[in-house]
């Protein structure tokens, strides 16, 4: 049976014909998955982002002379600048004590580069619990919830490729313990061939689909629900959700929904805010916020060129010195102002994707061959009509879960989480050993649901604690 006349004239208009090319093979299932599919893409746009990001001039960053420092919210060097903090912390406790503050958790990952099965969420890595990623972060969103008397709502990003795993993940392990929790499925784009700009088949039947970036989380939030259920955006309005906490599985160091961060953004009355810290080297794989003409923008450290990432004080630092780590607070009016006035731009990613063949047979590519299409949610900064930056301490809440040996692997997160919690230790009185280079020696654990800070911790255990072998208080 021949397709469908529209589906072959849709396709033909784009030059998109070839994904119809093993049609005659297909069962009806098959055909009407592959059907299904191509009714979803957008092939205007599809078209428009093959010109210009495959078959267009790479984007060219601003001129040197546009690009300064972004004024950012150091780290406290004064009691004055520390009481200030003090002050914003109050703020933000009383948004949480308010139910006005929710918790967005971007969760599409898979845990392909730790070689481990899975969504990387549900990763362990509790350096003496083995707690899994998913599991932190929830029980950090529990305790905050009970510190403050109000729930806080907690909504986490999915893809297609593991939303189901999630799910089950989540219902196996009763929730952690969250009052309300909500999983949604970001969007996906097709995968092109580099030099043709032709979509991808993945298999016969499927077309090569990946997920949208963390741009996406935009647009996702905006989506019906299950059943033309309300939007999450629709049901945080319901709940009196104003102002949300954005942050990525992969690090577990992150203070969720911190009372000072949230404080600070509503000081500022922003709509955006940003977490950041000091580079270290021009190199360093982090974005950059700084002002371009004057207005604030991230350049993605893969766009940044050398001159600019280098310049330097004459005292040495860096003049571009604020890196993204990925946490940032949206105000919910100012979401749903960009999902229906702007589009957030798409930027290409060059990957290797397998596909299917014109002999149909499937083919895994050794070097980059396709294009995938990607948003990040980094560009909204330029249209938030005020933002804020804010400095966090490197050591205290940034040791992302990346790679299964060498840097930001799982040797690494355990290492700094064991740091971290030895020196909570020692702040409320323990004594904990350290070797010369001032490491902890074995594993040290505090779950969130214990004490989320040194001050809660001080007021649980007892004075003159001697830590002598791995610990979990939990």
Same mark, same amino acid.
């Given at each position: 049976?021949?397709?469908?006349?529209?589906?072959?004239?849709?396709?033909?208009? +784009?030059? =998109?014909?070839?994904?119809?090319?093993?049609?005659?093979?297909?069962?009806?299932? !098959?055909?009407?998955?592959?059907?299904?599919?191509?009714?979803?893409?957008?092939?205007? =746009?599809?078209? #428009?982002?093959?010109?210009?990001?495959?078959?267009?001039?790479?984007?060219?960053?601003?001129?040197?002379?546009?690009?300064?420092?972004?004024?950012?919210?150091?780290?406290?060097?004064?009691?004055?600048?520390?009481?200030?903090?003090?002050?914003?912390?109050?703020? !933000?406790?009383?948004?949480?004590?308010?139910?006005?503050? !929710?918790?967005?958790?971007?969760?599409?990952?898979?845990?392909?580069?730790?070689?481990?099965?899975?969504?990387?969420?549900? %990763?362990?890595?509790?350096?003496?619990?083995?707690?899994?990623?998913?599991?932190?972060?929830?029980?950090?969103?529990?305790?905050?919830? #009970?510190?403050?008397?109000?729930?806080?709502?907690? +909504?986490?990003? &999915?893809?297609?490729?593991?939303?189901?795993?999630?799910?089950?993940?989540?219902?196996?392990?009763?929730? %952690?313990?969250?009052? /309300?929790?909500?999983?949604?499925?970001? !969007?996906?784009?097709?995968?092109?061939?580099?030099?043709?700009?032709?979509?991808?088949?993945?298999?016969?039947?499927?077309?090569?689909?990946?997920?949208?970036?963390?741009?996406? &989380?935009?647009?996702?939030?905006?989506?019906?629900?299950?059943?033309?259920?309300?939007?999450?955006?629709?049901?945080?309005? =319901?709940?009196?959700?104003?102002?949300?906490?954005?942050?990525?599985?992969?690090?577990?160091?992150?203070?969720?929904?911190?009372?000072?961060?949230?404080?600070?953004?509503?000081?500022?009355?922003?709509?955006?805010?940003?977490?950041?810290?000091? #580079?270290?080297?021009?190199?360093?794989?982090?974005?950059?916020?700084?002002?371009?003409?004057?207005?604030?923008?991230?350049?993605?450290?893969?766009?940044?060129? @050398?001159?600019?990432?280098? #310049?330097?004080?004459?005292?040495?630092?860096?003049?571009?010195?604020?890196?993204?780590?990925?946490?940032?607070?949206?105000?919910?009016?100012?979401?749903?102002?960009?999902?229906?006035?702007?589009?957030?731009?798409?930027?290409?990613?060059?990957?290797?994707?397998?596909?299917?063949?014109?002999?149909?047979?499937?083919? $895994? @590519?050794?070097? @980059?061959?396709?294009?995938?299409?990607?948003?990040?949610?980094?560009?909204?900064?330029?249209?938030?009509?005020?933002?804020?930056?804010?400095?966090?301490?490197?050591?205290?809440?940034?040791?992302?879960?990346?790679?299964?040996?060498?840097?930001?692997?799982?040797?690494?997160?355990?290492?700094?989480?064991?740091?971290?919690?030895?020196?909570?230790?020692?702040?409320?009185?323990?004594?904990?050993?350290?070797?010369?280079?001032?490491?902890? @020696?074995?594993?040290?654990?505090?779950?969130?649901?214990?004490?989320?800070?040194?001050?809660?911790?001080?007021? $649980?255990?007892?004075?003159?604690?001697?830590?002598?072998?791995?610990? +979990?208080? /939990?």
């Amino acid at each position: 049976m021949s397709p469908e006349a529209w589906l072959v004239e849709r396709l033909e208009r +784009y030059g =998109q014909g070839h994904l119809l090319r093993w049609w005659n093979e297909l069962d009806a299932g !098959g055909k009407a998955g592959l059907a299904a599919e191509v009714a979803a893409i957008d092939f205007a =746009q599809l078209e #428009r982002l093959i010109a210009e990001l495959v078959h267009g001039e790479t984007v060219a960053a601003p001129p040197a002379h546009q690009v300064g420092p972004i004024e950012v919210v150091r780290l406290p060097q004064t009691d004055g600048e520390r009481v200030a903090l003090r002050r914003a912390a109050a703020v !933000g406790g009383d948004a949480i004590a308010a139910g006005e503050v !929710g918790v967005i958790l971007v969760a599409g990952g898979s845990g392909t580069r730790l070689g481990f099965e899975g969504p990387k969420g549900t %990763f362990p890595i509790g350096p003496v619990s083995s707690a899994s990623l998913f599991q932190i972060h929830a029980e950090k969103v529990v305790a905050l919830s #009970r510190r403050f008397g109000r729930t806080i709502p907690l +909504y986490i990003m &999915t893809s297609p490729e593991n939303h189901e795993a999630t799910v089950a993940f989540f219902e196996a392990n009763d929730r %952690f313990g969250l009052d /309300h929790l909500r999983l949604f499925v970001q !969007g996906q784009m097709p995968a092109v061939d580099r030099a043709s700009g032709k979509v991808l088949l993945a298999s016969k039947d499927h077309v090569a689909l990946s997920p949208d970036g963390h741009g996406g &989380t935009l647009a996702a939030l905006a989506a019906p629900g299950p059943g033309s259920t309300p939007s999450c955006l629709d049901e945080m309005r =319901q709940r009196g959700v104003r102002t949300l906490f954005y942050f990525q599985v992969d690090n577990p160091l992150v203070r969720v929904a911190d009372p000072t961060f949230l404080g600070l953004h509503r000081e500022a009355d922003a709509e955006m805010s940003f977490k950041v810290v000091e #580079r270290l080297a021009p190199e360093e794989r982090l974005g950059v916020i700084v002002t371009v003409d004057g207005r604030p923008q991230v350049i993605e450290y893969s766009d940044l060129p @050398p001159e600019l990432a280098g #310049r330097r004080h004459p005292d040495g630092r860096l003049e571009l010195w604020a890196g993204s780590i990925a946490v940032h607070i949206l105000e919910r009016s100012f979401i749903e102002r960009l999902v229906t006035e702007h589009r957030l731009p798409f930027h290409r990613a060059i990957k290797k994707v397998a596909y299917v063949d014109d002999a149909g047979q499937t083919v $895994k @590519p050794e070097e @980059p061959n396709a294009v995938k299409f990607e948003q990040f949610i980094f560009d909204a900064l330029p249209m938030a009509a005020r933002s804020t930056v804010v400095e966090t301490d490197r050591a205290g809440e940034f040791e992302p879960l990346k790679n299964a040996v060498g840097p930001d692997s799982p040797a690494t997160v355990h290492q700094r989480m064991s740091d971290q919690f030895g020196s909570w230790l020692e702040q409320a009185g323990a004594t904990v050993p350290r070797r010369p280079d001032g490491s902890v @020696p074995f594993g040290i654990e505090i779950s969130p649901l214990f004490a989320l800070d040194p001050a809660e911790l001080k007021s $649980k255990i007892e004075p003159g604690l001697v830590v002598e072998r791995p610990i +979990y208080l /939990h």
